[in-house]
């Protein structure tokens, strides 16, 4: 009884103690207020760079009216809640802009502990010395903050830091250096470091032997710092390193103690190795290892493959010189349950693929000389998202359940081998493909219905192939389909016109060249490409698939994969490594196409290319192409197009590339602007031709008249009788002049009125029977 009568009351107190304790938390101190408003004040941050940058303007809740005093409630703010200082602020990412310099109010915040300013733009500043009044921090991270110059000594006074990250601040006007204060300095003083990112910091040394001393530190990135040489036996307890970019002449020396270092993640990209590392042959705990991008020879090691290895998650041994492997069969190690990712490419490996474990995710092995077909175990990588094997000497049939064996495919690259047969038609519903990439084999049959499961597909190569079929246009259902090619293969028939829904609302490329399509150009479906009707100014993208090479998001661990591609454009085959999201093409050249060039074209004012060469063509002066504004590259060669090159074309200040050779051409060829620049085969075979850069002269009635700049216009503007009267009227203005300084110069105007009036007239008669 005595219980149930006091429990409520202390259960009472003890809620009024905490509501109270609650309610009296400190407020933000005034000084560290006004600290952080003016340091808002100095930045530049705001919805433009939040557009331009991609950042989230975390300081716009900072506002200094009623409801707003205690700073500590701001986005980023973080503070002590016995004390009610600042001790943590993170604006990273925040759409900052400007210069930093020793004025800046945040240098104020003195109780600081944590400070993360990264992906931000300091406007090529350099590190103020005041960094040395936030001496209690152990966390500073100027990652990626366009900062330059020398690193003050004063940043190694605050001993206190734990991780320190600097990377990143490589820009046009100039990059961090560390040098007085040498590197040596550096780990001296801050000896309790457990996390150091220098990356990108120019260092030029060696590494210093007094590292040693630092025992707490598990994670170092010394990515392109110009360092010499590295003796990785003095590293203790480390278990992330990258050395990646360096020119390192001695890498290691092997001792009795190098079997208890257990290092986890070893980056030694682009670092001119030669050989594997001999200390790499007892760590059996890595879970990653990057060595690409050396000149490393011969065969892939048995260590290298051990089973033991059951940690890696990540092997990256593209761009090397590595011909094969010490051991067959391959079975490439790694975490048998866990995410894996493999990057063999850019070798010259030979023989069959290698086993990788079930858990893998990537599978990297292009451009190497790998044989043999496609084997079973490919269907058992559930959880595979990209498998890249493009460029090989790879055959056979591809296995069935090569289109649904992976609900997480994105990328699907099998381009330049020599597969034969037909396309799996076995596509899944919902299918995560992003990329289907099988150019360059010698598929045959019909491209598989099944594609139009796959909504999220963005790039369909299937150029240079023996597929024959009529013009998919089912595939214009996909809604982020970009880039269709179907080059080289024996597509035929006409490309019917959408009957309802315009399809290929994001379609930006389009290659149709050598193939057997008839009939006249598709003018409604010209209508319906929407993406090519912009021209796109925005900040230059790249069409691409991110890829997490180790199955998580994390610093330095994101890859990309590029589309890529060839087209003819600019009177040659052009590899594009990269597609930019800016380009928009049209090659139709090669085929059976007749008729006239539609009108709907002119709508496509982003369009980049087009070429229609070696068609059946028989557009009589195609003016509307004057309105492709953005046009770079116009082939027209080997039409039968007739009339009058139009006027309008000069004003494509753009245009690089432009041949209407073998034709039925007439006329003068424009001049001025970018028709300067054209040679005479952009104009061979067309007999009816004159004008620059031909040799053939144009007689004074074909000389260009402004009847080219009005579409439709058959009428010169001198024709009318009234614009006449008006014309010579002011030229007996002239005449009056002209008597007053002489007779021979009067006689000689008169003279070329009366020649200038004649020959018009011819014309304007010449024009009317033409046309009667």
Known sequence: MFTLLVFPFFFLNFTIANVTASSMLPLCHDDERSALLQFKESRISGDFYAWKFDCRPTMASWKPEEGSVDCCSWDGVHCNKNTGHVIKLDLSHSCLFGSIDSSSSLFKLVHLEWLNLALNDFNSSEIPPEIINLSRLSYLNLSGTSL????????????????????????????????????????????????????????????????????????????????????????????????????????????????????????????????????????????????????????????????????????????NLLTGFDQHPVFLPGNKGGLVTFDLSSNNLQGPLPVPPPGTINYLASNNSLTGEIPSWICNLNFLKSLILSHNNLSGLLPQCLSNFSDELS????????????????????????????????????????????????????????????????????????????????????????????????????????????????????????????????????????LFPYGQVSNNVVSTYDYSMTMNSKGRMMTYKKIPDILAGIILSNNRFDGAIPASIANLKGLQVLNLHNNNLQDHNPSCLGNLTNLESLDLSDNKISGRIPQQLVELTFLEFFNVSDNYLTGPIPQGKQFATFDNTSFDGNSGLCGRPLSKGC??????????????????????????????????????????????????????????????????????RRRN
């Not at 990135?221 to 970019?245: A, F, G, I, P, Y």
């Not at 970009?482 to 028939?493: A, D």
């Not at 009056?736 to 014309?763: D, H, M, R, Y």
């Open 148 to 319: 330059s110059g020398q690193i003050p000594s004063e940043i190694l006074k605050l001993s206190n830091l734990v991780s320190l990250d600097l990377s990143l601040n490589d820009v046009p006007g100039g990059r961090l250096e560390l040098q007085k204060p040498s590197f040596v300095k550096l780990v001296e003083k801050l000896s309790n470091l457990k996390t150091l990112d220098l990356g990108d910091v120019c260092i030029q040394s060696t590494i210093p032997h007094n590292i040693i001393n630092l025992s707490s530190l598990t994670f170092v990135s010394l990515r392109n710092c110009e360092l010499q040489d590295v003796l990785l036996t003095s590293w203790k307890n480390l278990e992330h390193l990258s050395l990646s970019s360096n020119r390192l002449s001695v890498l290691t020396k092997a001792t009795s103690n190098t079997t208890s270092k257990k290092h986890q993640y070893i980056k030694l990209r682009s670092c001119n190795l030669t050989k594997f590392p001999n200390f790499l042959e007892s760590q059996h705990h890595l879970v990653v290892l990057d060595l690409s991008d050396n000149r490393i020879r011969g065969k892939v090691p048995k260590w290298l493959l051990d089973p033991n290895m059951q940690n890696l998650i990540g092997l990256n041994l593209s761009h």
């Open 699 to 768: 007689e004074s009635d074909e000389a260009p008249t402004n009847e080219d700049h009005n579409e439709g216009s058959e009428e010169s503007l001198f024709s009318s009788a009234s614009d006449w009267k008006i014309i010579l009227t002011g030229y007996a203005g002239g005449l009056v002049a002209g008597l007053v300084l002489g007779c021979n110069f009067s006689t000689g105007i008169i003279g070329w009125i009366l020649e200038k009036l004649g020959t018009q007239q011819k014309a304007t008669r010449r024009r009317r």
């Open 411 to 546: 990328v699907l690259d099998l381009r330049g081998n020599n597969f034969f047969g037909t396309i799996p038609n076995t596509f899944l519903k919902e299918s995560r493909l992003s990329v289907i990439d099988l150019s360059h084999n010698l598929f045959q049959g019909r491209i598989p219905r099944s594609l139009i499961n796959c909504s999220k597909l963005e790039f369909l190569g299937l150029g240079n192939n023996q597929i024959s079929d009529t013009f998919p246009s089912w595939l214009g259902t996909l809604p982020n389909l970009n880039v269709l090619i179907l080059r080289s293969n024996i597509f035929y028939g006409i490309i019917e016109e959408p009957r309802t829904d315009c399809g290929f609302s994001k379609l930006r490329i389009i290659d149709l060249s050598n193939n057997r399509f008839t009939g006249t150009l598709p003018s409604k479906s010209f209508l319906c490409w929407n993406a090519m009707k912009i021209v796109n100014t925005s900040e230059l993208r790249y069409l691409q698939d991110v």
